[in-house]
């Protein structure tokens, strides 16, 4: 299962990125956001629902992993998630842009 190793440097930009982005203050809130987007698909079907087409939407950007789980760490102003998915890479990246708009760096992927 790939492990994701996500840096958010500027948590604070990463909740004004748009309509669908964090809400959470602290690390752990900001896992469990993550956690929730990679096991569910609400917020694949929230933003699904307001493309122009919802039905032209590929339905494998709604892949789902029940068993995902995402671990974050506050370090000095800058935020660590570490996500565990069989999600494919990307489905993931689009999920995180979502979440974080571009506010978000991949560090790495093991």
């Keep these: 299962m790939p492990r994701y190793l996500i840096r958010l440097p ?10 669908f982005a964090f809400r959470s203050q602290g ?13 569910g698909d609400a917020l694949f079907q929230r933003w699904r629902a307001a493309q122009e087409d919802p039905d032209a939407v590929d339905p494998a950007l709604g892949a ?10 506050q370090s000095d102003l800058h935020i660590e998630l570490v996500a565990n998915t069989s999600i494919p890479g990307s489905v993931f990246k689009h999920r995180m842009r979502l979440l974080a708009g571009s506010a978000w760096e991949l560090r790495d992927v093991r």
Excluded: K
Aim: charged content about 35%; hydrophobic content about 35%; overall charge negative.
């Design 10 to 19: 500027d948590p604070e930009r990463a909740r004004a990125a748009g309509e």
């Design 27 to 39: 690390a752990d809130g900001l896992a469990g956001e993550l956690q929730e987007a990679l096991r």
């Design 64 to 73: 789902t992993d029940p068993s995902a789980t995402v671990e974050g760490a």
